[in-house]
């Protein structure tokens, strides 16, 4: 690849130039109940860009193979599927610390399929302390399950239920 295809390809990932992740305004801490999470540092208004997440994608059958065996399976989901099979996805930087509320979500997310980024935004004002989270979709999740009648982390794979609750660009 020249030189002139590198800068094309790495301006095709970038955030564009008006767009404005705010410095400060996050944090990452621990959480009773979920390992880490991404939190409000300050007061942050509704609508603001939290952050562009970069995702690294591989084959389903990679992720069958070796990354459900392994700490990855927690921050793996299907970005799409298609005639060759499903490509999974793992989101980079704070784009796999965002915990998931069903009830309560105040950060959306939109998948920029021809970024290969995830944007995500806030839904309503919060107050400093805040933990900002994700919905990862309707139902049980695969951790809460406890016997055959609830979904499993399997059966969520074979879903593509992050589609459902994301709002999708290409």
Same mark, same amino acid.
């Given at each position: 690849m020249n030189d002139e295809a590198r800068a094309e390809e790495i301006s095709r990932h970038a955030i564009a130039d008006d767009e404005e992740v705010p410095k400060g305004a996050l944090s990452v801490r621990k959480t009773d109940q979920a390992g880490r999470g991404v939190f409000a540092a300050k007061p942050l208004q509704a609508g603001m860009l939290l952050n562009v997440s970069h995702v690294l994608?591989?084959?389903? !059958?990679?992720?069958? *193979?070796?990354? +459900?065996? @392994?700490?990855?399976? =927690?921050?793996?989901?299907?970005?799409?599927?298609?005639?060759?099979?499903?490509?999974?996805?793992?989101?980079?930087?704070?784009?796999?610390?965002?915990?998931?509320?069903?009830?309560?979500?105040?950060?959306?997310?939109?998948? !920029?399929?021809?970024? *290969?980024?995830? +944007?995500? @935004?806030?839904?309503? =004002?919060?107050?400093?302390?805040t933990e900002l989270c994700i919905s990862y979709g309707s139902g049980k999740m695969w951790w809460e399950a406890k016997d055959e009648s609830q979904t499993t982390r399997e059966d969520s794979a074979e879903r593509d239920w992050m589609e459902g609750f994301a709002t999708i660009s290409s």
């Open positions: 994608l591989f084959p389903a !059958d990679e992720y069958q *193979e070796h990354g +459900r065996h @392994t700490q990855l399976d =927690n921050y793996t989901y299907i970005w799409s599927k298609g005639k060759d099979g499903s490509t999974m996805a793992l989101a980079l930087g704070l784009g796999s610390l965002f915990n998931h509320s069903y009830e309560s979500p105040n950060v959306s997310y939109t998948f !920029d399929r021809a970024k *290969e980024t995830i +944007r995500y @935004t806030l839904m309503k =004002n919060v107050d400093a302390e």
